[in-house]
Structure formats: structure tokens, C-alpha cells
């Protein structure tokens, strides 16, 4: 039993030596809001709040951290560390707009940007879209992925396969074998079962460029029993997992009566890019159908041959715009710089899918003296036509180019801001003062597109090393 005599003995010694456990950083920081709010003549010190914000952070609680901030009064010079860790934990909450103004005390104006930090804002950006409301955004967010490539982003790549737009699980397998997940993921193997086909297609596509093992009696299945274009593209896998058999069937498809597999068909063999397909393409540019004859100029350029340019030029002659267009772009892709006077002559076409096919097809051949062009063509009263304007102009490094896409980034309509943001990701100038402010852009989707490309361009600069 203990008497009252030992518990007062028991007290004394607590009192003079007794080890004492510091109060975990949840209780300091009741405190500081106690001292800040409650007693508002006490202020806490700078090294008490970073401290404080310190232990938070590092015990996982970012909310506790950002509670910090939030009482902080404006206008306070706070610790560079203090807001760093602030910022980082807005960005680890999903919360990239709140991260933004910070960033703007980190990094001043003629600063030059910090790339530890602007990268998981910019990815923070995407990932806080992929579970939006709007079907629309949530492609943009899954469509950014999977341009981008990103490994550390397979649990959210998986959720995206679950989603129930056809669109979005698309473009969340085809981000899952850009990222190299292909041979790990179980959850792309299924997509090979999803009641879409045009999921099916990427799963398909996916898994065959990554060659995973022990697919390839369930692609032969998928041949022999489809009808329309998957058979195509498992035929397409086969091949390339040694099964070279497979491009007669893919060549025999491309003079098919079904327009969809013939389309299918000529799209695989600009990709596949075996020299005896090269025939077939040059032959799909007389096809009856202007769809199919466009998607054959498309794939001329994607095989990437000089013997492409001759079925080429008879596709600029075409009576569809839409057949110039792509044959105009398509010669500038294979390089060959004899191809510049064609292209100059296919600016002044009536058709201003035609225009903004040369001038692309101008750029991609290095001829500089295309931006002038391209800068009418961003000044067009049609959006549609300043985007593709600043598709082509993402093309060149040229500072003129930059202005002009700066100036489109400031576009009334969301399309032609879109495309410019888009564009930039290209430049290997300095475009990350106008990316960052296109994050505060009132599209959601231009946001999106900002951000991707604000991560190509922060991962060809060398980083800092602290996130």
C-alpha cells in the first residue's frame, strides 16, 4: 500500500531528477497557435517555428505544418527553411495552388528557378487532376503521364485503370509502358481483358514493345479470333517479340476492304519500318479514301525514308486538305532539305491546314525563315489555327518563336493557350517564368499541360539534389 508519506517522496524526486520526454512536435505546435492566438502580445521565434515545423514535416505530418503556416500574419519574414518545408508540404498534400505563392517568397523575381522544388510542384499539378470530376480534365492529367513517362507514378497509373472513361484507361496503360512498368504490372496484363477495345489496343501495344515473356499465345488468340484492328496490333506485338511471320498478315491487312483495318494496317508498317513495307505505303497514297490516304502520308513520314519523298509529292497534290496537310509535315520529317522549295510554295495554299502542315514540315528541316509564317498563322481569328501555329512553333528554339508562344500562352480561348503550353515543353531555351505563371491559368487542362511541360523541362537540368 502506498502511503501518502512515499507518494510525497515520489513527487520530490520526480521533481529533482527525473528524465523528462520532450512534448512531441503535435503538442508544440498546440502551443504556438495557443501562444499566437490566445496570448497575441507572445510571439514565437523564428528557430521555434522551424523547429517545430521541422519535426513535423519529417514525422509525415504535413497538414500539422501547413496549420503553422496558415497563422503566420502576411507579410512576415519567415525562415527560408520554415517556408521551403511549407511549401513542400502543400505539394505533398495535393495542394500545388496553395504551394505556389510560397514559391513566388522563395524564388524572387530575376532568380534563377529552383529545380528541387519546382519539379514535385509541377507533378503535383498533373496528379491532383486525375480523379476530377470532369472526364475532360482527367484525360489531360492521364494524357501528361503518359507523355511523360514517370515510374514513380504506378499506384496512381493503376487507379487509372479503373476509372470508367475508355479514354482514361487508355491513356493510363499507354503511360504505364511508356514508364517501363510493362513487365512488372499484373494490372496491365488484365487491361488485355478490358470490354474496350481501344483499351485492349494500348494494353496490346504496350506489352509488345516491352516484349514481355509468356504473352504471346494469348496475342495469337487475340489474331485468330478478332475481326477488326486489335488483330493488327497483336500481330504487330508478335512481331516484335520475334514472330516475323507476322508482317505478311499486317501487309495483307493493308489492302483489305475494311477501310478501319487497312488504316490500322498502314499505321503499323510506319511504325514497324521493315523495308518491304516501304512499297505498300508508297501505293496507300492512291487509296479512294481520303482518310486512309492521309493516314499513309502520316506513316510515310513516321518510316522516315528518302524513297518517301516521291509518293509524298503526289499527296501535296491531293484534292483533301487534309491529305496536304499531313504530306507537308510528313516531308519535313524525312529530312531532306531538297523538299524546301515545295514546302515553301504550300505556304501560300488556300487551306490553312495545308499553311501550317508546310510550315511545320519547314521547321522540322531547320528553315528558320518558316517563323514569320508560323507568327501569321498565330494571329489567325480561327483558335484552332493559332494552336496548330503553336504546335509548329515548338518546333524551333528560335527566340522569335519563344515570343510568339509566350504571346499565345496569353491567348483569349483555352485551345491555342493549351497548344502553346504544350509547345514550350519542346524549347531548350528558358521558358520556366512563363510556364510557372501559366500554373495559374483559369483552364484546368492549360494548368495540366503547363506543368508536363515544366517537368521535361526541369529533367534535362541537372537538380540541386534536395526535395
Same mark, same amino acid.
Given at each position: 500500500m502506498v502511503t501518502t508519506r512515499s507518494r510525497d517522496r515520489r513527487r520530490l524526486s520526480d521533481k529533482k531528477g527525473a528524465v523528462r520526454h520532450p512534448p512531441s512536435p503535435w503538442i508544440r505546435l498546440l502551443i504556438l497557435l495557443w501562444l499566437t492566438t490566445v496570448v497575441p502580445d507572445v510571439v514565437a521565434t523564428p528557430s521555434t517555428i522551424e523547429s517545430t515545423a521541422k519535426d513535423l514535416f519529417n514525422a509525415?505530418?504535413?497538414?500539422?505544418?501547413?496549420?503553422?503556416?496558415?497563422?503566420?500574419?502576411?507579410?512576415?519574414?519567415?525562415?527560408?527553411?520554415?517556408?521551403?518545408?511549407?511549401?513542400?508540404?502543400?505539394?505533398?498534400?495535393?495542394?500545388?495552388?496553395?504551394?505556389?505563392?510560397?514559391?513566388?517568397?522563395?524564388?524572387?523575381?530575376?532568380?534563377?528557378?529552383?529545380?528541387?522544388?519546382?519539379?514535385?510542384?509541377?507533378?503535383?499539378?498533373?496528379?491532383?487532376?486525375?480523379?476530377?470530376?470532369?472526364?475532360?480534365?482527367?484525360?489531360?492529367?492521364?494524357?501528361?503521364?503518359?507523355?511523360?513517362?514517370?515510374?514513380?507514378?504506378?499506384?496512381?497509373?493503376?487507379?487509372?485503370?479503373?476509372?470508367?472513361?475508355?479514354?482514361?484507361?487508355?491513356?493510363?496503360?499507354?503511360?504505364?509502358?511508356?514508364?517501363?512498368?510493362?513487365?512488372?504490372?499484373?494490372?496491365?496484363?488484365? +487491361?488485355?481483358?478490358? #470490354?474496350? &477495345?481501344?483499351? /485492349?489496343? !494500348? *494494353? @496490346?501495344?504496350? =506489352? %509488345?514493345?516491352? $516484349?514481355?515473356?509468356?504473352?504471346?499465345?494469348?496475342?495469337?488468340?487475340?489474331?485468330?479470333?478478332?475481326?477488326?484492328?486489335?488483330?493488327?496490333?497483336?500481330?504487330?506485338?508478335?512481331?516484335?517479340?520475334?514472330?516475323?511471320?507476322?508482317?505478311?498478315?499486317?501487309?495483307? +491487312?493493308?489492302?483489305? #476492304?475494311? &477501310?478501319?483495318? /487497312?488504316? !490500322? *494496317? @498502314?499505321?503499323? =508498317? %510506319?511504325?514497324? $519500318?521493315?523495308?518491304?513495307?516501304?512499297?505498300?505505303?508508297?501505293?496507300?497514297?492512291?487509296?479512294?479514301?481520303?482518310?486512309?490516304?492521309?493516314?499513309?502520308?502520316?506513316?510515310?513520314?513516321?518510316?522516315?525514308?528518302?524513297?518517301?519523298?516521291?509518293?509524298?509529292?503526289? +499527296?501535296?497534290?491531293?484534292?483533301?486538305?487534309?491529305? /496536304?496537310?499531313? *504530306?507537308?509535315?510528313s516531308l519535313g520529317k524525312l529530312g531532306v532539305q531538297d523538299n524546301r522549295p515545295v514546302l515553301h510554295a504550300l505556304t501560300r495554299d488556300a487551306n490553312w491546314q495545308v499553311r501550317a502542315g508546310a510550315v511545320e514540315g519547314l521547321l522540322r528541316l531547320g528553315d528558320i525563315s518558316a517563323i514569320p509564317l508560323a507568327t501569321d498563322l498565330a494571329r489567325h481569328a480561327n483558335p484552332s489555327v493559332r494552336g496548330a501555329a503553336a504546335q509548329a512553333l515548338g518546333l524551333t528554339s528560335d527566340k522569335r518563336a519563344l515570343e510568339m508562344l509566350e504571346t499565345l500562352l496569353q491567348d483569349q480561348q483555352p485551345f491555342p493557350r493549351l497548344m502553346a503550353a504544350k509547345a514550350m515543353g519542346n524549347l531548350s531555351t528558358a521558358t520556366l517564368p512563363a510556364l510557372l505563371k501559366a500554373l495559374r491559368d483559369s483552364d484546368e487542362t492549360v494548368r495540366i499541360a503547363a506543368a508536363a511541360s515544366i517537368l521535361r523541362q526541369v529533367s534535362r537540368q541537372p537538380s540541386p539534389g534536395r526535395q
Open positions: 509525415g505530418d504535413y497538414a500539422a505544418v501547413t496549420a503553422l503556416y496558415q497563422t503566420q500574419p502576411p507579410g512576415t519574414d519567415l525562415p527560408k527553411e520554415f517556408l521551403r518545408l511549407s511549401y513542400l508540404s502543400y505539394v505533398r498534400l495535393g495542394r500545388p495552388s496553395e504551394a505556389l505563392p510560397i514559391y513566388d517568397r522563395l524564388v524572387r523575381p530575376g532568380q534563377p528557378p529552383d529545380v528541387s522544388l519546382l519539379r514535385p510542384l509541377a507533378l503535383a499539378v498533373v496528379t491532383s487532376h486525375v480523379r476530377d470530376r470532369k472526364e475532360a480534365v482527367r484525360v489531360a492529367a492521364y494524357t501528361a503521364l503518359a507523355e511523360l513517362g514517370l515510374p514513380e507514378t504506378e499506384p496512381i497509373l493503376e487507379d487509372g485503370l479503373l476509372d470508367s472513361s475508355i479514354a482514361v484507361r487508355a491513356r493510363a496503360v499507354e503511360a504505364m509502358g511508356k514508364a517501363g512498368l510493362a513487365r512488372q504490372s499484373g494490372a496491365l496484363r488484365r +487491361a488485355l481483358d478490358d #470490354p474496350a &477495345p481501344t483499351v /485492349r489496343i !494500348a *494494353a @496490346i501495344n504496350a =506489352l %509488345g514493345e516491352a $516484349k514481355v515473356d509468356g504473352l504471346i499465345p494469348k496475342l495469337m488468340e487475340i489474331g485468330r479470333k478478332e475481326e477488326g484492328p486489335e488483330s493488327i496490333f497483336a500481330y504487330a506485338a508478335l512481331y516484335r517479340m520475334g514472330r516475323t511471320d507476322k508482317l505478311n498478315d499486317i501487309s495483307g +491487312a493493308a489492302t483489305l #476492304p475494311d &477501310p478501319d483495318l /487497312r488504316m !490500322a *494496317a @498502314i499505321g503499323v =508498317l %510506319g511504325r514497324l $519500318k521493315h523495308h518491304s513495307s516501304l512499297a505498300i505505303l508508297r501505293r496507300a497514297v492512291y487509296d479512294p479514301l481520303p482518310s486512309v490516304r492521309a493516314f499513309a502520308a502520316g506513316a510515310l513520314g513516321e518510316f522516315g525514308s528518302p524513297d518517301g519523298v516521291a509518293p509524298l509529292l503526289h +499527296a501535296i497534290g491531293d484534292e483533301s486538305a487534309m491529305v /496536304r496537310g499531313i *504530306a507537308a509535315a
